[in-house]
Structure formats: structure tokens, C-alpha cells
């Protein structure tokens, strides 16, 4: 089953599972999973995974979007109940709202990697940056300046907004902060 | 979940379908901008902000479809409903106008909705709490962004001026249905799930207010305000909408990608 919404966490709120064998070789799988729309980064390292837990034999996945409208959604919720198959689990993808994703869940590895792909990761601290017309500095994820400028509130995808670096003048996607 | 809310479901359901329709009707209006933006970056930010608004109808369209315990899911609540069955605010359904038209409306229809939300975060109802506290962080952005365009035309030449003038103008009867109250809102308060929008109006001008400061706007008071979305009453610009949204689910009943 695909994208049934569940308000829930985990009941017990953690995000990896308890050690089990079969709960480690499940979670790895689904953890390896690449985000479609910013394949350099896989979807544990963005936060997207909440975790795996296994119900009897049924290994269940549970995702949260980044927006409540991504339509990158279906695609990783596919991608992760292919995963689980493959790697011998009877998948069960779930879909999880609440507690609402926030950029801070992006793990480190997942900010390098990002940078390393051109993304500038999300600045951190997320509800600093609410004040209306507040600006936020960026770096440039190629050259590493402060004198960015922001293009457009909204980039490519939801989750991205359209920066210029003023040094290296390259337009560049920032990840972001919310 | 609350299971023990002293609202009954059919009231639950109302609300629940009020807020869908504005979302998704608005999201429509939204997305008809894609290809037709006057520039690449607002190409990019109106269909992202549409997909902000369908993503929390369809939050909503599945709660109210559960709600109303008849099988209805939420497809069927979005696409198969007939015009007078749509519960939204007349001001989503107005047809985009201009640039400045619909980046007012954009900022008027989140100027409301951030209050909403931040209130319904602390709902008794833990589910619409989950969806709130997702849109909460969404349309924070959307006041930002359709602020920054309020101010930029607002206070920019001559001609964005007048455009936004007019848009002022054009709006102002469309402003004081948000706040209306009614048995729906007032049972729905006084369980605890979302406040009487009656409530919301000094948090709404609070961000309006400076808004038009900075963007050398005077607020138009109305003396006849439109209403009616709430009971189904709409005008004219729903049907067009709706043929256009329904077509697909109409022509091939059932119909899924």
C-alpha cells in the first residue's frame, strides 16, 4: 500500500531500529535509496526515511515529505518499497506528516554532499529566518562567498530556492530552510 | 487522535471541506499561471506555491472523506462534487486578473491562513495539528514571497501602481467572507480544533497592515462584501474552473494515473 497518510511517529519516537538483524538488513536497504530529483543524496541522509520496523514478516518503511505537496513522493515511496523487495522483505511503505520534516534532519554527510553537487545546504537554525523580507546568508557552494543574492524565493523543485553568486557570478539551487 | 471530540462528524466534515476547496480551488487558479508568468522565476514560484496549496487539500480531502465515513475518498471529494457542493471562499475562485491581482490575493489568502494554522498546530484534533504544522512552515513562505511583490509593485512606477491599486480595489469585497462565522466554525471552535475565523482578523491585519505601509497602499473599505462560498453559493468563474478540473475524472470515471 502506497501513500496512506499516517499522522504518527514511531510510537517510540526513534528514528533506527532497535539492533534486530532482520530490522538492520531492512533499514539499510531503504536507507540506500537516492532522492530522484537530487540523486547525490539518499533519502536517510535527507531525513526522509523515519525509519523500518518490522511487522511479523511485513517490513514497513515509513517517509515523510519534505512539502506536503512533493510529487517526489510517489517515486521514493516506489523506490523504497522496490528496495525492500529486492533485498527479500515483504515491503509496506507508509506515508507520515507529523512530526514535520525540517531541514535540520539533513544529516552532515547529506549537507557535504549537497554542497558537493552545487545545492548551498540549508542554513541552519530554521525558525531564525521567519521575519518577513528577512534575508539569510548564503554561500556560494562552488567558491564559497558570502556575496550571494537570492534570485527567486522558489527554484527548481519546492524544497529549493534561486541563487547568483556575486563572486563567481554561477547561478546556484539553495536548499531551503524550514 | 481525538477520538473523544465532543464535534460531531458531519460538522468535522464541513470544516474540513471548506478549508480543501479554498486550497485546491486556489492551487487551480495558481497553476494556471505555469507557461504564462511574466517572468521564468514567478514561472517557477506561483506552480510551487500551487503545489504547496494541492498538497494540503489533499491532506484535507482524505481527513474530511474519512470524517464523513461514507466511502468517499478523496478524489472523488476533489473532482465529483457538483459547483454548488464546493465550500470555498468566493476570492480563490476569482479569476487571476493581472500579475499585481493575483500576488495580492496570493498574500490576502495566506495573510489568513498563517494565523489559522499556527492556531490548529495546538488543535485538539492531533491529526489536522500533523497537517498544520506542515503548512505552517508553507505558507510562511507565501506571505514572504507575495508580500515582497505587494511592496515591489505597490511602491514601484507608475504603471505597477495603478495595477495594484486596482487590485486593492477589486479585492476589497472579497476580504471580509474569510472572517465569517457560522454553526460550522463556531462548533468546530468550541471543540478545541480550530479557532472561529471571526478571531483572526487583528492577527491578519497585523501582517497586512505594514505590508501596505512599506508598499504605500490605503486600505478600501467596502461597504458591500461578497459572500455565499460557504453555502455553495458561487460565481461565475467556479464553473469554467471546475470544467476544466473535472474534465479528466468526468470523461474516464474512476480514472488513476
Known amino acids: 500500500m502506497i501513500g496512506e497518510t499516517v499522522v504518527t511517529a514511531f510510537p ?22 537516492v532522492d530522484p530529483e537530487i540523486p547525490a543524496v539518499t533519502i536517510a541522509e535527507l531525513g526522509i526515511l523515519r525509519g523500518v520496523e518490522m511487522d511479523g514478516d511485513v517490513a514497513v518503511a515509513r517517509v515523510t515529505p519534505t512539502y506536503t505537496g512533493c510529487p517526489a513522493v510517489l517515486a521514493i515511496e516506489l523506490a523504497v518499497e522496490t528496495a525492500l523487495r529486492e533485498a527479500g522483505f515483504e515491503p509496506r511503505v507508509e506515508r507520515v506528516i507529523s512530526p514535520a520534516w525540517t531541514t535540520d534532519w539533513i544529516t552532515e554527510e547529506g549537507r557535504e ?61 539553495y536548499f531551503k530552510c524550514i | 487522535m481525538a477520538a473523544a471530540s465532543p464535534v460531531s462528524g458531519e460538522m468535522l466534515t464541513a470544516f474540513l471541506l471548506r478549508l480543501a476547496d479554498d486550497h485546491l480551488i486556489l492551487g487551480h487558479r495558481l497553476s494556471e499561471w505555469c507557461g504564462h508568468a511574466p517572468m521564468l522565476e514567478e514561472d517557477l514560484a506561483m506552480p510551487n506555491m500551487a503545489l504547496d496549496l494541492i498538497g494540503q487539500a489533499r491532506s484535507l480531502y482524505q481527513y474530511a472523506g474519512e470524517a464523513e465515513g461514507k466511502g468517499r475518498d478523496e478524489d472523488q471529494l476533489a473532482y465529483v462534487r457538483r459547483e454548488r457542493e464546493y465550500v470555498n471562499c468566493l476570492m480563490a475562485e476569482r479569476q487571476n486578473g493581472d500579475f499585481a491581482h493575483t500576488m495580492l490575493r496570493q498574500f490576502y489568502f495566506a495573510a489568513f491562513m498563517q494565523p489559522l494554522w499556527q492556531a490548529i498546530m495546538s488543535s ?61 466554525s463556531r462548533a468546530v471552535a468550541e471543540a478545541g480544533i480550530a479557532p472561529d475565523p471571526s478571531t483572526l482578523r487583528p492577527a491578519f491585519d497585523a501582517i497586512v497592515g505594514p505590508v501596505f505601509a512599506e508598499a504605500g497602499l490605503d486600505w478600501v473599505e467596502t461597504p458591500y462584501g461578497q459572500t455565499g462560498g460557504r453555502q455553495g453559493r458561487h460565481g461565475e468563474a467556479l464553473g469554467f474552473l471546475l470544467a476544466e478540473l473535472q474534465y479528466m475524472q468526468r470523461t474516464y470515471p474512476g480514472m488513476t494515473w
Not at chain 1, 547568483?164 to 547561478?171: A, D, G, K, L, V
Open chain 1, 12 to 33: 517510540s519516537g526513534r528514528l533506527f531500529p532497535a539492533g534486530g538483524e532482520k530490522e538492520e538488513r531492512a533499514y539499510s536497504a531503504a536507507a540506500a535509496v
Open chain 1, 113 to 173: 554532499k549537497l554542497r558537493a553537487y552545487g545545492i548551498a545546504p540549508p542554513v541552519k537554525a530554521s525558525n531564525s529566518i521567519r521575519a518577513l523580507f528577512g534575508e539569510t546568508e548564503v554561500a556560494c557552494p562552488r567558491c564559497g562567498s558570502l556575496e550571494t543574492a537570492r534570485i527567486s524565493e522558489f527554484g527548481s523543485t519546492a524544497c529549493k530556492a534561486l541563487y547568483r553568486c556575486q563572486s563567481c557570478h554561477e547561478p546556484f539551487d
Open chain 2, 124 to 184: 485538539t484534533d492531533a491529526r489536522l495539528a500533523g497537517i498544520a504544522a506542515k503548512a505552517e512552515k508553507e505558507v510562511a513562505y507565501h506571505i514572504r514571497h507575495a508580500g515582497e511583490w505587494v511592496v515591489r509593485l505597490g511602491d514601484g512606477t507608475e504603471e505597477s501602481t495603478r495595477r495594484m491599486k486596482a487590485a486593492v480595489e477589486a479585492l476589497a469585497p472579497y476580504v471580509d467572507e474569510l472572517f465569517e462565522s457560522d454553526e460550522v
